[in-house]
Every structure is written in structure tokens, then in C-alpha cells.
């Protein structure tokens, strides 16, 4: 970023929220205008951003509680694939959804339950550890139950209590990290707004440290404003690629010309069509598709949109890490996923494999197998509950233990495989090229990624045959298949 060094700190920000404006302006961004709201006002009184922040997250907390789960909840037409697997597409009104004052309710009772959680959890367990670990996930998964439970009152205040446990829960997973500062009173104004760590809402992951991520200099603020300039650069640079790729293979496949904006409503419906007739398409046509959905998967999720509600802390005075490092110098599989899902990862690792691998030194086994052991049993165990929670509304058409069972089905096969690919790369790799840039086997590992993709939609093909004999047709180019 020497580039920027010339510039001024006011030209930086103007600068970044024009490009922030363009990104949002751009129709498939899970953001609205409001973060302008925060942007504006944390500029103009920077003393009091950490309040601001507080309270615009309060607020936003609310429009999550309505958008999210007002498009799954309540609204299913059918049982197909597609909608167990993406949810329903229109949004219902029910029971409340306008009331401002439940609303309110909902999300103070979120604040209550998360700081009641967290203190239970210190009053049983001093730090984190392998039991610490799957206690605070049983704890979720039974915030969960209730949320379901309590569905079955249909009147507006418990669908609204019910919906802010099931936000509670949905959250929970990424918020981990929290649980090493409530083992005390927060000391000043600074550390209890930064313990509620404001960006949850708009990066759905906490960051490492929330508490120290304040600018508290002119060299941190102008950094922060350089930071966001060049995030916000690449993500609109970026969505633009998305855009032009979507639509050359929207018209590829459907030889239609139409503009893609939204990845997602492409993948959603032509690639996932593509997928359940697979046995009359071309292998190359499937090819293309899985790295496609990886392509939109990895791209819009992590590279744009994780990114964008970075650059937004970053430009109201919050120093959180971007939210991917660097993958084009990832020198393995295993590297490129941990510096591709950077958030995940922090939680992956502190929370489920170094208490599983402080477990297994009990124990006489070499280190490579508690390696082995811990890292299967934080990708499998951890990204089983991350599927299960990122998709809770799950629960409420299919009840809570056939959404349990529904995930796994869809869950299982994607992380089980994903977990043996991590390892053996993890061994395999070679960290002599640690530093070299190298975008061509970025794409490469993109591509190893876009194969495991299809596990994810397993319900699509059906049974466990109809998947060997897609893979077969994948790997022979067509010419052996059922």
C-alpha cells in the first residue's frame, strides 16, 4: 500500500466510502445503506464510536432478527432439495415481525442469554478445555431445542423470544473467543463496548482479541483508512471479476444473455438443476459447475463480503484483521484453508484442537497422531456444529432432531472429507515456499476444494451409488459412468 502513503486522511475516507457506496449499490450485497449511518457518525465523533457502535448494532441486530429468519422461517412450499439445502426463497410475515417494542425485547433477551451462558460457563470451568469445549457446544445445541420448543406457542412473544435464542445460537459458535474475558468485570467504558464487540452483526466471526482492536494514535487511524481503501478496492475489483465470470457462464450454459449480479441466485438455481441431471450432462459441463460454486462460494463469502464488513470497522476506527490472509501464498491445501477462512479458523483451532490435543498428551501416543486425532476431531466435531448452527432455522420445519440428523446427512460427507484433505496436505506440505506468491496454485486449491463442494449437496444426488458414479464421471471425463 505505498501507493497510498501520499494521501490525506480525509481524501482516504472519501475515497473508501465512494467505494463502499458503489459495492452496496451493486444488487446481491448482504449489506444495506444504513452502515453508512456508523461510517458518518463515528467520523464525526470519534470519541464516542465504541457507543455508537453499540447501539447501531443493537439496531442491526433487530433487522437481522427480521430479515434473516423472515426468509426461512415460516415459508416453506415444498420439500425439495433445494429448499432443505438453501432455505425458502419469499419472505412471510408472522407473528410480530413490525412490532418494534418486541424486538427490542428480543435482542435485550440475547444480550441477557449471552452473558448469562458465558457466566455459567466460568463458574464450571476455569479455561478452555476439551470438556470446557463440548459443554459450551451441548449448551447451544440446547438453546437450540428451546428455540423450537418454544415455537410451538404461536403468539408474539414467544416466537420472538424464540427468535432471538435461535440468533443467539446462530451466533454462539463464532463467539467462542469471548470466553476468556468473562472471568472478570470489565474494568472501563472501553472494555465492556469492546467485549460486546460491535461487528458480530456484520462479519458474523470475532476477531482473536476484540477488546484491543481500538485505534488509539494518528499512525493506527491513517492505517486503518489505508487498510479500508485497499479492501474495499479489491472486493468491488473482485465482484466485478464475479459478475463477468457469472455471466459468461450463465450464457455458456443457457446460450441466454442475462447480467448475473447475485453469484448466489445463479448457483442456487442453474448449477444446482445441472447437478440433480448430471447423468446428461457433459463431464467437462459438471467440471465447470463445481468450480464454479467454489468459485462463488470462497470468492463472494470470504474475499468480498467478510472483507466488506471489515473495511466498515476498519473505517469507524475498529483495527480487526482482514478477514482472509493472503491465500495466493498459501503453500499447501491445508494453508490455503486456513488463510482462506481466517475467522473460522481462530475458532477451529483455539477452541476445539488445542483442547483436544492438550487431552491426548495424557496419553502415550506419538505427536503426529494427537495431530492427526485433534485436528479430524476440531474440523469434523467443529465444523458439524458450525453446518448445524450457520442453517438452524432448520428446526422449525423439520424438527430439531430431524434437523439434526437432515445436517448430518448434508454436513458429514463435505467435513469428513475436507478433515483428511486438511491432514494429509498438512503433512505433505512444503514451507520452503511459505512467502512466493502464486495465484495459479490458489486456483489449484480452489479446484481441490470444488470437488469436495458436491458433498455438501449429497441429498441432491440421492444415494451413496448416484455420488460414485458422479465422481466417476468427474474423474474419467465421461467415460466410464453408470
Not at 430479515?67 to 415444498?78: D, E, G, M, P
Amino acid at each position: 500500500m505505498r501507493s497510498l502513503e501520499n494521501f490525506k486522511p480525509t481524501t482516504l475516507w472519501l475515497f473508501s466510502v465512494f467505494l463502499l457506496l458503489v459495492i452496496l449499490a451493486i444488487p446481491g450485497s448482504p449489506f444495506t445503506f444504513s452502515v453508512f449511518i456508523p461510517v458518518v457518525a463515528c467520523r464525526l465523533f470519534p470519541r464516542y464510536k465504541l457507543e455508537i457502535m453499540f447501539s447501531f448494532a443493537v439496531f442491526f441486530g433487530i433487522a437481522i432478527t427480521q430479515n434473516f429468519f423472515s426468509q426461512h422461517l415460516y415459508s416453506y412450499s415444498s420439500n425439495d432439495p433445494s429448499f432443505i439445502i438453501f432455505g425458502a426463497a419469499n419472505a412471510v410475515n408472522a407473528f410480530g415481525y413490525k412490532d418494534f417494542f418486541l424486538n427490542a425485547l428480543g435482542v435485550a433477551l440475547y444480550f441477557f442469554i449471552f452473558i448469562f451462558i458465558f457466566k455459567l460457563f466460568k463458574l464450571f470451568y476455569k479455561k478452555i478445555n476439551l470438556a470446557s469445549s463440548v459443554f459450551l457446544s451441548a449448551v447451544i445445541l440446547v438453546l437450540v431445542w428451546m428455540a423450537q420448543s418454544l415455537s410451538a406457542y404461536k403468539n408474539n412473544f414467544t416466537f420472538i423470544v424464540s427468535l432471538s435464542v435461535l440468533m443467539l445460537s446462530r451466533h454462539a459458535f463464532y463467539l467462542f473467543n469471548y470466553v476468556r474475558f468473562f472471568d472478570r468485570l470489565p474494568r472501563n467504558r472501553h472494555e465492556f463496548f469492546a467485549m460486546i464487540q460491535p461487528f458480530w452483526f456484520l462479519t458474523s466471526a470475532a476477531p482473536e482479541n476484540p477488546i484491543y482492536q481500538i485505534e488509539k494514535s494518528e499512525g493506527e487511524i491513517l492505517e486503518n483508512l489505508r487498510s479500508a481503501f485497499y479492501i474495499l478496492t479489491t472486493c468491488l475489483l473482485f465482484k466485478l471479476f464475479l459478475i463477468i465470470y457469472m455471466t459468461g457462464l450463465n450464457l455458456l450454459l443457457t446460450k441466454n444473455f442475462l447480467v448475473i449480479y447475485n453469484d448466489s441466485a445463479l448457483v442456487n438455481t442453474l448449477l444446482m438443476s445441472i447437478f440433480r441431471n448430471w447423468r446428461v450432462e457433459s463431464a467437462l459441463t459438471l467440471i465447470l459447475c463445481i468450480f464454479s460454486c467454489s468459485i462463488s462460494y470462497l470468492g463472494s463469502t470470504f474475499f468480498v463480503y467478510g472483507r466488506v464488513g471489515v473495511a466498515m470497522a476498519r473505517l469507524c476506527g475498529f483495527n480487526l484483521p482482514d478477514y482472509i490472509n493472503s491465500p495466493w501464498r498459501s503453500h499447501s491445501f491445508a494453508d490455503f484453508f486456513s488463510r482462506m477462512m481466517y475467522y473460522y479458523n481462530i475458532i477451529i483451532i483455539n477452541h476445539f484442537f488445542y483442547p483436544a490435543l492438550e487431552f491426548l498428551r495424557r496419553y502415550n501416543i506419538s505427536r503426529r497422531a494427537r495431530v492427526f486425532i485433534g485436528l479430524n476431531w476440531a474440523l469434523i466435531f467443529g465444523g458439524f456444529i458450525s453446518h448445524f448452527l450457520k442453517d438452524n432455522w432448520k428446526v422449525y420445519k423439520f424438527g430439531f432432531f430431524e434437523a439434526l440428523t437432515l445436517t448430518s446427512r448434508l454436513a458429514f460427507p463435505a467435513i469428513i472429507v475436507l478433515s483428511l484433505a486438511v491432514t494429509l496436505s498438512l503433512y505433505l506440505e512444503n514451507k520452503s515456499e511459505a512467502k512466493k506468491t502464486n495465484v495459479m496454485r490458489m486456483f489449484f486449491y480452489i479446484f481441490l476444494y470444488s470437488l469436495i463442494m458436491p458433498l455438501n449437496f449429497s441429498i441432491v444426488f440421492g444415494n451413496f451409488s448416484a455420488m460414485v458414479g458422479f465422481y466417476t464421471k468427474i474423474f474419467t471425463l465421461g467415460l466410464f459412468q453408470n
